[in-house]
């Protein structure tokens, strides 16, 4: 433990310094012109970032109050070939945009999605679409008919500093807590694991369907927070698998094998509700965001030929990055399913508890604006 300090003292320091830089005024922290909603973490991948992004949407259209407004969605577009400000559209690649931003576009089709490196330079866009017509920053946009977004959600933005959110989310892994994790390199940490505190909501997040009132305490405890923090748990929920080509045949959901293949970090919670349905014969495992290539997909077919009857399954983020290949064999096309997830909390009337939490934080920064 002493030898994992002293190595990993030079990146504390530094997280250390980048901070106290943005808490003294030193650095300057900006505002959005419109309320922002921040949803991250203190790790690296697999906390649900995604489907706890879209729960806010959800939660966000189903309250009196945001019902109908224009709500947009600002994500950095990991691993994305275009550069600065875009627009996501429905026919639109993960490739051009990243597998996440493209997926949420379209379940949520009339919800604005952007990308956008510089975090600032997005939301004063998305605040203020004319600008993208006489900004030379944003003359790469394809696509700049957006309508002016009345709350921005802003994926993956917790150690951005340069923004200050109206309301901030950090997700907690339930299944890697942070109090057991260590900084980068040695852990998956990736910020200063104390920064939980700074956060105005903190979800414990892929949670097993049951956490007792001890265990919630326990959670306070070792986060170091009080019982006046707003502390949330939730739990990833997989839905009805569902064809990811029009050619995909139904019959193939009957069968009694399947054959996962999967890039993204943790596939473990879906390998185990499959293998409730299903004889999992297969499962390839890539890495995380990996963009599928020929090869990959001979890979993919010699397996289902192998298998000539199984079902083939893969992740809702992979299936928009498998869509990038033009040539998907059509063995693969006519057999392959995605499986959908979503986030539920854990315990009753605690959705609208969060509802109550997120429109007080909302309703303070929109009279501010």
């Known amino acids: 433990m002493i030898v994992d300090r002293i190595i990993l003292f030079p990146y504390y320091l530094c997280l250390k310094i980048r901070h106290a830089l943005y808490d003294s005024g030193l650095k300057k922290i900006r505002c959005a012109e ?83 490196k510089d975090r600032v330079e997005g939301c004063r866009f998305l605040a203020d679409p004319r600008l993208l017509e006489s900004d030379k920053k944003a003359r790469r946009c394809i696509d700049k008919n957006i309508p002016r977004a009345d709350i921005i959600v802003l994926d993956d933005g917790f150690q951005y500093r340069k923004l200050r959110p109206a309301v901030s989310i950090v997700l907690v892994d339930y299944n890697r807590p942070v109090f057991k994790d260590s900084l980068m390199p040695l852990g998956r940490l990736r910020d200063l694991e104390e920064r939980i505190l700074q956060a105005d909501i903190i979800i414990v997040s892929k949670c097993p369907h049951y956490v007792d009132d001890n265990e919630r305490q326990r959670w306070r405890k070792n986060l170091k927070i009080g019982q006046e923090s707003h502390l949330f748990f939730t739990t990833i929920d997989y839905c009805t698998l569902e064809p990811v080509y029009p050619e995909c045949e139904n019959r193939y959901l009957y069968s009694k094998r399947l054959v996962l293949f999967s890039g993204i970090a943790n596939d473990t919670p879906l390998l185990k509700y499959l293998s409730d349905t299903y004889k999992v014969v297969k499962h390839l495992k890539f890495p995380d965001h990996h963009k599928f290539s020929g090869a990959d997909m001979h890979r993919i077919e010699a397996v289902s030929k192998e298998y000539p009857t199984a079902i083939i399954t893969t992740t809702e983020k992979d299936c928009q990055r498998v869509k990038d290949y033009a040539q998907t064999p059509a063995a693969v096309k006519e057999r392959l399913f995605r499986a959908p997830i979503q986030v539920s909390f854990l315990g009753d009337g605690e959705h609208e508890r969060f509802r109550s939490v997120l429109r007080s934080y909302l309703t303070e920064s929109h009279s501010e604006h």
């Not at 993960?94 to 997926?103: I, K």
């Open 34 to 116: 419109v309320p922002v909603i921040s949803i991250g973490n203190v790790t690296v991948g697999g906390t649900g970032k995604t489907p706890h992004t879209e729960m806010v949407l959800r939660t966000l259209m189903s309250d009196p109050l945001w019902r109908g407004r224009n709500l947009a969605v600002l994500s950095r577009g990991y691993r994305r070939k275009s550069r600065g400000f875009q627009n996501v559209t429905v026919d639109g690649s993960a490739a051009f945009y990243g597998d996440e931003p493209l997926q949420i576009k379209k379940k949520f089709p009339f919800v604005t999605v952007a990308v956008d």
